[in-house]
């Protein structure tokens, strides 16, 4: 459905595109326990992020056309309940943009993705109830392809009133910076210092994201006790090395050239997601029969 469409998108930022391979069927997810994000993820905070739609906007953005594919199906007399909105539960934008970062996540989870908190787990339910409803109303909601009906009409009402920033256009720019980044004299020592911190532990691996994605990890949903310990050493290194400290850095500062390079392409961009969160909010705010600003949840950018 449309949905998976968002949620690859903000799977790619997150790992940076440099993640592990998901295995069939989507990334793995550990099995019970449902931790925080740790500090050392929520820190890791980007220059782009003022422009971009962070995985928290993502949701209500899908939230508010699902509202509105609602409103749809209400005037063909078909009832629609809209999906909930979780309420600060969305990861870190860069939870996994340099690998795993959280000691806890690894020490419980390893490289496989922690589960769905319990609202994030009741929206996939939401989502998986609808692949069972009558084949009328996914006809009426999503077309036979899956992207047409009611669907369709909301998508366009929201591109029409409210568009938002390039995420195609900020994607390359995330890409770009990250590849940048990785050839600057301090992430290359800070790389080697992690490697050889590694080795001294009995690790193999060139960088962290060939650590996470060594396929012997990737045959179970569940982490072997090797997956752990490697992760655990991994998350260990890259604090002894300081790797992540100083690889944020650095692409922060990369970021910033690029920011200034593009200025106009820049302020454009937050312009759209300033107008887009608006729109959203006011949507989400009729739905709850509130006023905008106190019913959608959605932070002000």
């Given at each position: 459905?449309?949905?998976?469409l968002?949620?690859?998108?903000?799977?790619?930022?997150?790992?940076?595109?440099?993640?592990p391979?998901?295995?069939?069927?989507?990334?793995?997810?550990a099995p019970s326990?449902?931790?925080?994000a740790g500090k050392?993820?929520?820190d890791?905070?980007?220059?782009f992020?003022?422009?971009?739609l962070?995985?928290?906007?993502?949701?209500?953005v899908?939230t508010a056309e699902?509202?509105?594919l609602?409103?749809?199906?209400?005037?063909?007399?078909?009832?629609?309940?809209?999906?909930?909105?979780?309420?600060?539960?969305?990861?870190?934008?860069?939870r996994?943009r340099?690998?795993?970062?959280?000691p806890?996540?690894?020490?419980r989870?390893g490289?496989?993705?922690?589960?769905?908190?319990?609202?994030a787990a009741?929206?996939?339910?939401?989502?998986?109830?609808?692949?069972?409803?009558?084949?009328?109303?996914?006809?009426?909601?999503?077309?036979?392809?899956?992207?047409?009906?009611?669907?369709?009409?909301a998508?366009?009402e929201?591109?029409?009133?409210?568009?938002?920033?390039?995420?195609?256009?900020?994607?390359?720019?995330?890409?770009?910076t990250?590849?940048?980044?990785?050839q600057?004299?301090?992430?290359?020592?800070?790389?080697?210092?992690w490697?050889a911190?590694?080795?001294?532990?009995?690790y193999?691996y060139?960088d962290p994201?060939?650590a996470?994605?060594?396929?012997?990890?990737w045959?179970?949903?569940?982490?072997?006790?090797?997956?752990?310990?490697t992760?655990?050493?991994d998350?260990a290194?890259?604090?002894?090395s300081?790797?992540?400290?100083?690889?944020?850095?650095?692409?922060?500062?990369l970021q910033?050239?690029?920011?200034?390079?593009?200025?106009?392409?820049?302020e454009?961009a937050?312009?759209a997601k300033?107008r887009q969160l608006?729109?959203?909010?006011?949507v989400?705010?009729?739905e709850?029969g509130e006023?905008?600003?106190a019913?959608?949840?959605?932070?002000?950018?």
């Open positions: 459905m449309p949905r998976r968002w949620a690859a998108v903000v799977l790619v930022l997150a790992v940076g595109c440099g993640g391979p998901a295995a069939p069927g989507g990334p793995p997810q326990g449902v931790p925080t050392e993820a929520r890791l905070v980007l220059p992020d003022a422009y971009d962070s995985p928290a906007d993502l949701q209500a899908e699902d509202v509105l609602g409103r749809c199906l209400r005037r063909q007399g078909i009832a629609w309940t809209s999906l909930s909105l979780p309420r600060g539960e969305a990861d870190p934008p860069h996994r340099y690998g795993v970062v959280e806890l996540v690894a020490a989870f490289y496989h993705l922690p589960p769905h908190a319990p609202q009741k929206r996939e339910r939401q989502h998986q109830a609808r692949a069972r409803l009558p084949l009328k109303v996914q006809v009426a909601a999503f077309g036979r392809t899956g992207t047409g009906g009611c669907w369709k009409k998508h366009t929201r591109l029409r009133r409210a568009p938002g920033p390039d995420t195609g256009r900020l994607y390359e720019h995330h890409k770009k990250l590849a940048a980044s990785r600057q004299a301090p992430v290359v020592r800070g790389l080697r210092a490697k911190c590694m080795l001294a532990e009995g193999r060139q994201y060939q996470g994605a060594d396929p012997r990890w045959k179970s949903r569940r982490p072997s006790p090797e997956e752990l310990a992760a655990v050493a998350v290194c890259k604090k002894k300081r790797l992540v400290t100083i690889w944020a850095g650095i692409e922060a500062r910033q050239q690029v920011v200034r390079m593009h200025r106009s392409e820049f454009r937050a312009t300033r608006s729109y959203v909010r006011r989400l705010g009729e709850q006023p905008a600003r019913g959608s949840h959605v932070p002000a950018p």
